[in-house]
């Protein structure tokens, strides 16, 4: 990449104290345990209290990875959040955090690009800092879908937990950091992944209420085919622009939305398991907080060392792709 070198100077994550098991949710809808590990790999998923909004999560994972890179909210210069669940259409939820951090001097906005949120967030402050624009930049990827998700509908409510994942990046030696990214969309699919209700299509009404529109609709047979083949695809391809082989790749990271997708993506870039971060059996898909929680889990666990070549790789509604491969 050009310009600056730019990496993660430090990680931090939140994951709300509520858990849903797979046992409360044979208790709400037609489902078992069996079915449920067997097909995505979820055991149990995190659930934002009832005082807790999107930025209340992503609060908590900045404070964390503000004091993991050692610097002050006010030396912020750029707040993203990557989000579908706002704690409201405006401001944004990148606004009311800079202001509950304190970051005077931060420009902050939030970023739609559903799971695959936080890599795009990524790769927009990584631009900024790269160029010399700004210093530090505080990119978090934060999600209470459990706020969307449908309980009464068993094809979804299995699937989501809530929760956040922020890192503060900046510039890094050469040679490390980010090596590249591979963006992408394909619009011709959004209808598979979507919330119909709340915005200018479809305002919210009393007709909008009755009809479940306010809740995520998912056509999961399509997401899956889509995931399967883009997350190889992606991460092939961020590979090819770093110059990095497969055999190269000390860990993988990949979006959190079910085990046979992560295991179709460990086959094609033919990597064992220990070289990946699995935790869908801890907290179900989280949307844009999946990628950095993971990453800032394994942190903390020693997983990553210095010098390590790792792949982040998610997929998610637009339809939407990103992948990114860094050197720790
Ligand atoms: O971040 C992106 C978000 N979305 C995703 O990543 C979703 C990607 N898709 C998937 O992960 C999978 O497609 C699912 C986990 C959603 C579904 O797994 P599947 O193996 O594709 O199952 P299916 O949709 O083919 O359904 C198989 C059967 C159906 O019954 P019939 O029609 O064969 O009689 C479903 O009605 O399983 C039934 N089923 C359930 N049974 C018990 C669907 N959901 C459930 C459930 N419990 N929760």
Known sequence: MNGIPVGILGTGKYAPERRLTNQDLERMVDTND??????????????????????????????????AAGITADQLDLIIVATITPDMFFPSTACILQDRLGAKKAAAFDLSAACSGFIYGLANASGFIALGTYKYALVIGADTLSRITDYTDRNTCVLFGDGAGAVVIGAVPEGRGFQSFELGADGSGGEHLRLPGGGSRVPSSERSVAERQ??????????????????????????RKAGVSKEEIDLLIPHQANIRIIQSSLERLNLPPEKCVINVDKYGNMSAASIPLALAEAVEEGRVKDGDRIVLVGFGGGLTWGASVLVW
């Open 34 to 67: 069996e079915w449920i590990v067997s097909r995505t790999g979820i055991r149990e998923r995190r659930i934002a209290a009832e005082h807790e909004a999107t930025s209340d999560l992503a609060y908590e994972a900045s404070v964390r990875a503000l004091a």
């Open 214 to 239: 306010h809740f995520m609709q998912m056509n999961g047979r399509e997401v899956f085919k889509f995931a399967a083949r883009i997350m190889g695809n992606a991460a092939d391809e961020a590979l």
